[in-house]
């Protein structure tokens, strides 16, 4: 199951596989099936993902 997150008034919805975050849940649903069964990321669904705001816990600087 996907996670809903609200963000600037819409509804985001989050791979909990992954953690890319997607407008559509049809589109974060696949992402986390393709996840799951694969144990990795699938370039055609993730290019649908959208930005989240960088927190203290997000991946370290090099990364970004």
Same mark, same amino acid.
């Given at each position: 199951?996907? =996670? /809903?997150?609200?963000?600037?008034? &819409?509804?985001?919805?989050? *791979? +909990? ?5 997607? =407008? /559509?849940?049809?589109?974060?649903? &696949?992402?986390?099936?393709? *996840? +799951? ?6 370039? /055609? ?20």
């Amino acid at each position: 199951m996907v =996670k /809903e997150m609200r963000k600037n008034g &819409k509804t985001l919805y989050i *791979c +909990e596989a992954c953690g890319f975050a997607y =407008k /559509e849940k049809e589109l974060a649903e &696949k992402c986390q099936q393709w *996840c +799951e069964e694969h144990n990795s990321c699938n370039l /055609e669904i993730t290019k649908y993902a959208v930005p989240l705001e960088r927190t203290s816990t997000s991946l370290p600087n090099r990364l970004t």
